[in-house]
Nanobody, 114 residues
C-alpha cells in the first residue's frame, strides 16, 4: 500500500526556516500534481502550495515569497522550503495529490514561537 510520509517539522522561532520532505513509494509523486497542505488547530485543512509534474508552481497568498515547493522525481520526494516563518504558520503540514488526494499521512508538526 502506497503511503505518504512527511518529515522535517519542528519548533522554530519567528523568522526561522524549515525544510519539509514528503516521500512515497512507487511513482505517485513523479506522475502527479503534488501539494503541501496545512491544518492549524480549530481550522480547516488548506492547500498552501502545489507543483505539477512539469514543475509549475502555485502558492497561496499568505506564503508567497516565503515558501518554495520543489520535487525530486528520482527520489520520489517533494519538498517545502519555508523561510521567514511566522507564528501563523504553526500547523500540521501534509502532502498529497492534488486535486484527488489519497489517504492522508500523519503529517509533520511545525510550531513557530518565540
Amino acid at each position: 500500500q502506497v503511503q505518504l510520509v512527511e518529515s522535517g517539522g519542528g519548533l522554530v522561532q519567528p523568522g526561522g526556516s524549515l525544510r519539509l520532505s514528503c516521500a512515497a513509494s512507487g511513482s505517485i509523486i513523479r506522475l502527479n500534481t503534488m501539494g503541501w497542505h496545512r491544518q492549524a488547530p480549530g481550522k480547516q485543512r488548506e492547500l498552501v502550495a502545489r507543483i505539477t509534474s512539469g514543475g509549475s508552481t502555485y502558492y497561496v497568498g499568505s506564503v508567497k515569497g516565503r515558501f518554495t515547493i520543489s520535487r525530486d522525481n528520482a527520489k520520489n520526494t517533494v519538498y517545502l522550503q519555508m523561510n521567514s516563518l511566522k507564528p501563523e504558520d504553526t500547523a500540521v503540514y501534509y502532502c498529497n495529490i492534488v486535486p484527488y488526494p489519497m489517504t492522508w499521512g500523519q503529517g509533520t508538526q511545525v510550531t513557530v514561537t518565540s
